[in-house]
C-alpha cells in the first residue's frame, strides 16, 4: 500500500488549505481513512477519520468546525479541507489506512500570525 499526501504549504492565519492523499495498492474503497498531525513538541494525534463510505466521520475537538475530511472513492483519494487556519495547526499531517500501519510520507503545513 502506498499513500502519497500533498497540498500541504504556507499560510496565513485566517486562510485555507486542502490535503490530499492518495491511495495505491489496496482497495481504497473498503478502508476507513485518518489523519493525523504532529505539531512541535507534540505526539503524533488523530484529527479527522472517515468511514470506508464517507457516512461517517470523527474529529479531534481541536479542528471541530473548521476542518472537512471527505473521499473520493473513484479516485481513491482522501481530502482535508482545512479552513479558519491558526498558528498552533502548523505540522506535519499524515494520512493513514485506517485500521492498519499504512502511513503516508506527511506533507507540511505552517501557519503564519
Known amino acids: 500500500v502506498q499513500l502519497q499526501a500533498s497540498g500541504g504549504g504556507l499560510v496565513q492565519a485566517g486562510g485555507s488549505l486542502r490535503l490530499s492523499c492518495a491511495a495505491s495498492?489496496?482497495?481504497?474503497?473498503?478502508?476507513?481513512m485518518d489523519w493525523f498531525r504532529q505539531t512541535p513538541g507534540k505526539e503524533r494525534e488523530l484529527i479527522a477519520h472517515?468511514?470506508?463510505?464517507?457516512?461517517?466521520?470523527y474529529y479531534a475537538d481541536s479542528v471541530k468546525g473548521r476542518f472537512t475530511i471527505s473521499r473520493d472513492n473513484a479516485k481513491n483519494t482522501v481530502y482535508l479541507q482545512m479552513d479558519s487556519l491558526k498558528p498552533e495547526d502548523t505540522g506535519v499531517y499524515y494520512c493513514?489506512?485506517?485500521?492498519?500501519?499504512?502511513w503516508g510520507q506527511g506533507t507540511q503545513v505552517t501557519v503564519s500570525s
Open positions: 472517515i468511514s470506508w463510505n464517507g457516512l461517517s466521520t
Open positions: 495498492g489496496h482497495t481504497f474503497s473498503g478502508a476507513a
Open positions: 493513514k489506512l485506517g485500521g492498519a500501519d499504512y
